[in-house]
T-cell receptor, first 113, second 111 residues
Framework: EPEVTQTPSHQVTQMGQEVILRCVPISNHLYFYWYRQILGQKVEFLVSFYNNEISEKSEIFDDQFSVERPDGSNFTLKIRSTKLEDSAMYFC???????????FGQGTRLTVV | DAKTTQPNSMESNEEEPVHLPCNHSTISGTDYIHWYRQLPSQGPEYVIHGLTSNVNNRMASLAIAEDRKSSTLILHRATLRDAAVYYCILRTQGGSEKLVFGKGTKLTVNP
């Protein structure tokens, strides 16, 4: 079965630093997403991306966050000036169509110290 | 977003069927019923989805009530690997692209 790949699996960063989380969605998919899950809490939607632009974002996705699809295969989430509360699992997902199944990656565990 | 209600937890024995219920009394005609699950330390995984008719795939079956106000995810023979949190999510055709995850049902499978 096709897979969404995320790197790194674990990232430790100092508070105030910038991090870039990387994702390779499934090749023929058109819709891309980032979600996060703080330890012990629900999976929360951050942003969706279609046709090279953000199509929807949550209140969490403020100016600290940005997404990019730099080369037609990678999909990145940049977090500027990380805070302790940004520590979470970040999941990338992709889908062929917005109503069809979404495929999730295994996640990047971000730890801000 | 249309709301779903699921029990916090359920328990089953290995190799027995499991019926995971979901109530969605405010469902609209264009809402698809999706089920995802999340195994420990993994990303969510699609299980099945349907609109009106019952659906079967290699992982599970989805039974949808005639009035569509509830549905049941059926695992025909639970294995230890099925221990996970199961999420029932409504997605509106032509609506928001996001999946809204609730707390789901934590399924424990006993050997």
């Amino acid at each position: 079965e096709p897979e969404v790949t995320q790197t790194p699996s674990h990232q430790v960063t100092q508070m105030g630093q910038e991090v870039i989380l990387r994702c390779v969605p499934i090749s023929n998919h058109l819709y891309f997403y980032w979600y996060r899950q703080i330890l012990g809490q629900k999976v929360e939607f951050l942003v969706s991306f279609y046709n090279n632009e953000i199509s929807e974002k949550s209140e969490i996705f403020d100016d600290q966050f940005s997404v990019e699809r730099p080369d037609g295969s990678n999909f990145t989430l940049k977090i500027r000036s990380t805070k302790l509360e940004d520590s979470a699992m970040y999941f990338c997902a992709s889908s062929e169509d917005q109503t069809l199944r979404a495929f999730f990656g295994q996640g990047t565990r971000l730890t801000v110290v | 977003d249309a709301k779903t209600t699921q029990p916090n937890s359920m328990e089953s024995n290995e190799e027995e069927p499991v019926h995971l219920p979901c109530n969605h009394s405010t469902i609209s005609g264009t809402d698809y019923i999706h089920w995802y699950r999340q195994l420990p330390s993994q990303g969510p995984e699609y299980v099945i989805h349907g609109l009106t008719s019952n659906v079967n795939n290699r992982m599970a079956s989805l039974a949808i009530a005639e009035d569509r106000k509830s549905s049941t995810l059926i695992l025909h023979r639970a294995t230890l690997r099925d221990a996970a949190v199961y999420y029932c999510i409504l997605r509106t055709q032509g609506g928001s692209e996001k999946l809204v995850f609730g707390k789901g049902t934590k399924l424990t499978v006993n050997p």
